[in-house]
């Protein structure tokens, strides 16, 4: 396994959840890793990425959720606060040796970690 997210779970909205993704470091020192998420019935959306120089949010999460990487740990995060219901879903953590960002063949992708906000 490649990629390993964990951290999801149950909460209440407006709570908070931290995800995380231990990315094996045959492919840690890729371009770009990130984080998708799919809820049921819905597309896939890209939720946030990073580079080792700048960090990109969807408008549906920009000023709650946080993406951080650990290089010493081989690691991933997203911090994601103020949690509402739609933000249910199941979370992936992807990396890409794509320079120009996730979202194309060149993706990696994790088994994922399930989040449910309830109200």
């Known amino acids: 396994v490649q990629l390993q997210a964990c951290g999801g779970g149950l909460v209440q909205a407006g709570g908070s959840l931290r995800l995380s993704c231990v990315i094996s470091?045959?492919?840690?020192?890729?371009?770009?890793m990130g984080w998708y998420r799919q809820a049921p019935g819905n597309q896939r959306e890209l939720v946030a990425q990073?580079?080792?120089?700048?960090?990109w949010y969807a408008d549906s999460v920009k000023g709650r959720f946080t993406i951080s990487r650990d290089n010493a740990k081989n690691m991933m995060y997203l911090q994601m606060d103020s949690l509402k219901p739609e933000d249910t879903a199941r979370y992936y953590c992807?990396?890409?040796?794509?320079?120009?960002?996730?979202?194309?063949?060149?993706?990696?992708w994790g088994q994922g970690t399930e989040v449910t906000v309830f109200s």
């Open positions: 992807v990396t890409s040796s794509n320079e120009y960002g996730l979202g194309s063949l060149a993706d990696i």
């Open positions: 470091a045959s492919i840690f020192g890729t371009h770009v």
């Open positions: 990073t580079t080792q120089s700048r960090t």
